[in-house]
């Protein structure tokens, strides 16, 4: 079930598991059992409500090709806005099973609609290690994207 | 002697920014050249770099991202220009003597994280340079450099390993009908589109005294070395940087590189470049008949060509508003069966009067609101449908 909330001016997501180092966020639920607990499956990731603000309106987007596999903290992708080449790095460590071509066909989608636009889905080969590194739990998430909105704002290159 | 004081040389790398004037080198190097010097700021082994270059002779460049289907690789190849791929932003553009080159180089983790201050604070000292070197230039709300409309240098960045580059280039004179025909455009009209909306806002206003080489890098060097807080002073490539140099020439010649971004071709390590990254084709941005073609002159200018089996539609955006909208009907006159040739044309001007102005977003609406089910409505309407075709991204907003 999902569970929005407004947090510092964003809609955000609780139930999702967020990545700090990729600004992504990452849909266990189909690979998770009710408490939680890692099992098979697939994952869904997409741009965070913050990362789509930071990198402004999405000129061009890449993936990588479904069957290839990434792993946790290397290429994922690349995405240009502003004539700025960035990176997108894997949240996970696993097999690409999907890209939205949706996305691909109109980045600038990801950026008005971060969490309807999701970016690929992907098969964990170590969700058990992975999940560790992702901040879960509605507390949590809340407290970490409040701290990274104020960490922004209070270099003043976030508006209020 | 240096331009630079020595004093810097002294001082702990994270304290240094290196200057670098490669002078003038060949097209080639003057990609490579700075590509070297971002791995070796990501390797750690350098420390951030400002450097300069100009190419000794004209080529065309193109952004990471994009693809070659924009450039018209036959008249460039014809005229002996070379196509490079760089692996920074932005589109097709055609580069020569006329430019000065700057790069800066910092280490990713230094840059803030939010694009558009990231790249204002980057570019905000070469606006200083400019001014130093004679030229009224500044940094506008479309992050463009500028004097008054006319964009007086390109830019694009990116994050190259683990390094940021911005780059630019200090436009002293502009070639325009060079730069227009390196293009892959569809038709004549929309070439002669272009070519009027690069005259008007790509290059130098006329009267403007000979750009000083020498004032704008010193300038530069100034500039950058206090907004990064660091000690400028001159240096060169490390053999580190020498050797990516090697590794980067095979590759930037490489086809596979130049056509897709794919450093594989050119049996790179994998981690030159993500290896297995799906480069996506835009085919209705980058369609030649049909669909809509796009050209981003500066931020906020845009020319455009939608097509359909029916009709095309062209003009030009400047601020998110329509300039110069062009009609017409392809075919059969099967639409307009109850209007004779001249009424048709006396529509489409009246057509093309109400959509100056517009925003893209209000204009297919004002279209399809146009007469009442009779020939009329049947032509604008087709006429909005085609108008529908353009992306209206960045385009509105005036990026």
């Known amino acids: 079930m999902t569970l929005t909330e407004r947090v510092k001016g964003y809609e955000l997501r609780l139930d999702l598991s967020y990545d700090p180092a990729s600004d992504l966020w990452v849909d266990t639920s189909g690979c998770t059992d009710a408490s939680g607990s890692p099992g098979s499956g697939v994952v869904v990731i997409g741009l965070d409500p913050l990362g789509a603000e930071t990198s402004g309106t999405l000129a061009q987007l890449s993936l990588a090709a479904p069957g290839a596999e990434v792993r946790r903290g290397g290429p994922l992708g690349s995405l240009e806005a502003e004539k700025f080449v960035g990176p997108l790095l894997a949240p996970l460590s696993g097999t690409l099973v999907e890209v939205n071509s949706e996305a691909l066909a109109q980045p600038a989608k990801v950026h008005h609609d971060p969490y309807g636009t999701w970016l690929v889905k992907l098969r964990p080969s170590d969700l058990g290690a992975d999940l560790d590194t992702l901040v879960r739990g509605e507390a949590t998430v809340r407290e970490w994207f409040e701290s990274r909105v104020d960490d922004y704002r209070r270099q003043g290159v976030l508006a209020e | ?399």
Request: overall charge negative; charged content about 25%.
């Open chain 2, 1 to 399: 002697m240096h331009p630079w004081p020595l004093r810097g040389n002294r001082l702990p790398a994270e304290e240094r920014l290196r200057v670098i004037d490669f002078g003038y080198v060949s097209p080639l190097r003057s990609q490579t050249l700075w590509h070297a010097v971002a791995m070796g700021v990501s390797d750690g082994a350098a420390p951030p770099t400002l450097s300069f270059a100009r190419p000794t002779a004209p080529y065309v460049g193109i952004g990471y991202h994009r693809s070659l289907q924009e450039v018209d690789t036959d008249v460039c190849a014809a005229k002996g220009l070379p196509v490079y791929r760089r692996m920074v932003g932005g589109g097709p553009v055609y580069l020569d003597q006329n430019q000065l080159f700057f790069q800066i180089t910092i280490p990713a983790r230094q840059v803030v994280g939010v694009r558009s201050a990231a790249l204002r604070k980057l570019l905000g000292p070469a606006v200083a340079a400019f001014r130093a070197a004679g030229i009224d230039a500044q940094l506008d709300a479309a992050t463009e450099i500028v004097v008054g409309e006319r964009k007086v240098c390109g830019h694009g960045a990116g994050q190259i390993e683990e390094a940021v580059t911005v780059v630019g280039n200090c436009i002293e004179s502009f070639d325009h009908e060079e730069a227009v025909s390196t293009l892959r455009l569809p038709d004549d009209r929309m070439r002669s589109d272009v070519l009027a909306a690069m005259r008007s806002y790509v290059g130098p206003p006329e009267g403007t005294p000979a750009i000083d080489s020498t004032s704008f890098t010193h300038a530069a060097a100034g500039a950058y070395e206090k907004a990064l807080g660091l000690t400028a002073s001159p240096g060169q490539l490390t053999d580190a940087e020498l050797a990516h140099l090697d590794r980067l020439d095979d590759i930037f010649v490489s086809p596979r590189w130049i056509s897709s971004g794919d450093a594989e071709a050119a049996d790179e390590p994998a981690e030159v470049a993500a290896p297995d990254i799906r480069r996506y084709e835009p085919a209705r941005r980058d369609a030649v008949d049909g669909g809509c073609r796009q050209v981003k002159i500066r931020g906020g200018v845009y020319v455009f060509r939608a097509a359909t089996e029916a009709a095309v539609a062209r003009g030009t955006v400047v601020g998110g508003r329509i300039r110069h909208a062009k009609l017409r009907l392809r075919g059969s006159n099967a639409l307009q069966p109850d209007l004779e040739e001249g009424e048709l044309q006396n529509l489409l001007g009246v057509l093309e009067a109400k959509l100056e102005g517009l925003g893209l977003g209000e204009a297919a609406d004002v279209l399809r609101s146009v007469g009442a089910g009779g020939s009329e409505w049947r032509v604008a309407s087709t006429l909005a449908d085609t108008l529908d075709l353009v992306d209206r991204t960045g385009m509105e907003a005036g990026r």
